[in-house]
C-alpha cells in the first residue's frame, strides 16, 4: 500500500483548505474494514489524530479539535481520502499525514496502530 498526500498549503484564519490522500496497491472497495486516518504534527509536538474513516464508511471518527470544523470522506471508485477542513484557526498549523489501518481494533486515533504513512503535506493558517 502507498499513499500519497496532496493540497496543503497556506490559507488565512477562517479560510478553507482540502487536503487528499491518494492511495494505491489495493482495490479498496473490496477492503471495507481498512481505516484510514488523518494525523498531524507541529513543531515540536506529538503527532496527533485528527479524523478517520474505514473505506465501507461505516465508522468516522473526529478529534474534538476539529469536530464541527473538519470533515473526512472517500472516494472508493478514485481509492482518496479527503479530509475537508474549514474556518481553520492557526492552531491548524502543522504537517498533515495519512495512514491506513490494515487490522484495526477498537482505538483508531493512536498512530501505532497505522501500518501505512504517506509522506504529509503542510497545512499553514495565518491569523
Known amino acids: 500500500v502507498q499513499l500519497q498526500a496532496s493540497g496543503g498549503g497556506l490559507a488565512q484564519a477562517g479560510g478553507s483548505l482540502r487536503v487528499s490522500c491518494a492511495a494505491s496497491g489495493r482495490t479498496f472497495s473490496n477492503y471495507g474494514w481498512y481505516v484510514m486516518g488523518w494525523f498531524r504534527q507541529a513543531p515540536g509536538k506529538e503527532r496527533e489524530f485528527v479524523a478517520a474513516i474505514s473505506w465501507s464508511g461505516s465508522r468516522i471518527y473526529y478529534a474534538d479539535s476539529v469536530k464541527g470544523r473538519f470533515t473526512i470522506s472517500r472516494d472508493s471508485a478514485k481509492n482518496t481520502v479527503y479530509l475537508q477542513m474549514n474556518n481553520l484557526k492557526p492552531e491548524d498549523t502543522a504537517v498533515y499525514y495519512c495512514?491506513?489501518?490494515?487490522?484495526?481494533?477498537?482505538?483508531?486515533?493512536?498512530?501505532?496502530?497505522?501500518?501505512?504513512w504517506g509522506q504529509g503535506t503542510l497545512v499553514t493558517v495565518s491569523s
Open positions: 495512514a491506513a489501518d490494515r487490522n484495526p481494533g477498537v482505538v483508531i486515533t493512536t498512530p501505532i496502530e497505522y501500518d501505512y
